[in-house]
T-cell receptor
Framework: DAGVIQSPRHEVTEMGQEVTLRCKPISGHDYLFWYRQTMMRGLELLIYFNNNVPIDDSGMPEDRFSAKMPNASFSTLKIQPSEPRDSAVYFC??????????????FGNGTRLTVT | GDSVTQMEGPVTLSEEAFLTINCTYTATGYPSLFWYVQYPGEGLQLLLKATKADDKGSNKGFEATYRKETTSFHLEKGSVQVSDSAVYFCALTYSSASKIIFGSGTRLSIRP
């Protein structure tokens, strides 16, 4: 089991540029989550998908952020245009069914985004 | 609403010291409770879990007991090592929910 795979591990970009973060969930996991982690706000849920369909995007900070899941093995989080305050570590996580008692999330190693 | 409250860090201990990281929760139902650990440069990974009252989760020398009467799930370890230095997150989820609620995290540093 390769685990949740995120790319790139690090991204440095200039303000105003488009940024795309990628995630491959664990095969067979029907739920996919995108989180953002900063020192100031901790771990924030941005959006989650069930069977490739976005279920709750209330955590997406603004229209500059968008997420897609075109198939069961791939998801993207896009920021356009990027701003310095978007600098954070972005995590993708997947789960077979997080509602099952004791079923945990499986996290990728994150993408560290720096916007200058 | 439902929430998880952890003790604020950072927590700094000497090697072989006893560790307690407090976690309390508020919930309207009967959640499952988790502790996740995040090592530097990595994502969160499950450390231990408990699904019902009085259950004890344990892993790698860490333990936590689901206390419904005090709505707590405190993390303990009898003798910490330098390699335990990490950020620890308490979390809850419901059997009927599709989201996990995380605490704010507690940074632990162990001195040799």
């Amino acid at each position: 089991d390769a685990g949740v795979i995120q790319s790139p591990r690090h991204e440095v970009t200039e303000m105003g540029q488009e940024v795309t973060l990628r995630c491959k969930p664990i095969s067979g996991h029907d739920y996919l989550f995108w989180y953002r982690q900063t020192m100031m706000r901790g771990l924030e849920l941005l959006i989650y998908f069930n069977n490739n369909v976005p279920i709750d995007d209330s955590g997406m900070p603004e229209d500059r952020f968008s997420a897609k899941m075109p198939n069961a093995s791939f998801s993207t989080l896009k920021i356009q245009p990027s701003e310095p305050r978007d600098s954070a570590v972005y995590f993708c996580a997947s789960s077979p069914y997080p509602g099952t008692p004791g079923s945990p999330l499986h996290f990728g190693n994150g993408t560290r985004l720096t916007v200058t | 609403g439902d929430s998880v409250t952890q003790m604020e860090g950072p927590v700094t201990l000497s090697e072989e010291a006893f560790l307690t990281i407090n976690c309390t929760y508020t919930a309207t139902g009967y959640p499952s409770l988790f502790w996740y650990v995040q090592y530097p440069g990595e994502g969160l990974q499950l450390l231990l879990k408990a699904t019902k009252a009085d259950d004890k989760g344990s892993n790698k020398g860490f333990e936590a007991t689901y206390r419904k009467e005090t709505t707590s799930f405190h993390l303990e370890k009898g003798s910490v090592q330098v390699s335990d230095s990490a950020v620890y997150f308490c979390a809850l989820t419901y059997s009927s929910a599709s989201k996990i609620i995380f605490g704010s995290g507690t940074r632990l540093s162990i001195r040799p």
